[in-house]
């Protein structure tokens, strides 16, 4: 674990809080944007070559793009009373609180989690081939949600007019 | 230390915890979205590191499941953004706290 994780940990955390405490909408977006670029190198850093590129054209390409369309579509203004909630402390304190159980979690469970492994090598090949092979009903099951919710999501955004009947 | 996994499964349980936070505290619908992404980002960031570590990587089952995960939260986000936008049509806003009414 080199200068190179703590430097992605570093990039992806500072994204994320950034995302979740900018007051802007439009920049809380573009923070994610940095959020999910880190997490891509934390993938491409895991030999994952492909769910890394899949987490650029996904999460950067497609997602970040769709949240600033809806940014843009409802043109909401700063409310007067802030952007956090009356009740920000117990939600901060739920999100501590669960903070503390994962880390102790990992902790506790250090001595038993493998250690330094030999880089996977798998290629596209492989994973085409157990995606076709071994794992074709969730690829099938995944293609049928994916068709299933870009309807829906035109059905349930599509400006209804007033029947004249 | 002794793992490196440790560093990644403590960097993933800080992100899920950002993005629970963001989801429990801000106001906006859509911020609450984003915070829903990061935290499922969180457990895809879990899938990768547990699959690069694991005895057998060649059987590819940590990776599926990230790549299946990612698909799902790209319908998830459509679903979840054109609903925000439907609601705007209707109401307006897009403060959580001023959507108290399930009667149009």
Known sequence: MGITFYLIAAITLAGALAAMTLKHLIHAALAVTVAFAGLSLFFLNLDAQFAGFAQILIYIGAVAILIVFAILLTRSELPKEGVFSRTWFVGLAIAASIFAVLGWAVIASARALPSEATAPSVNVHDIGVALVGRYVLPLEIVALLLTAATIGAVIVALHKKERAE | ?104
């Open chain 2, 1 to 104: 230390m002794g793992s490196p996994l440790t560093g990644y499964l403590v960097v993933a349980a800080l992100l899920f915890s950002i993005g629970l936070a963001g989801a429990l505290v801000r106001r906006n619908a859509i911020m609450v979205l984003i915070g829903i992404e990061l935290m499922l980002n969180a457990a895809n960031l879990n899938f990768i590191a547990f699959w690069r570590y694991s005895p057998h990587p060649e059987a590819l089952t940590g990776m599926m499941f990230a790549v299946f995960s990612i698909a799902v939260a790209a319908a998830e986000a459509a679903v979840g953004l054109g609903l925000v936008i439907a609601i705007y049509r209707h109401a307006h806003t897009t403060e959580l706290d001023k959507m108290n009414r399930m009667k149009g």
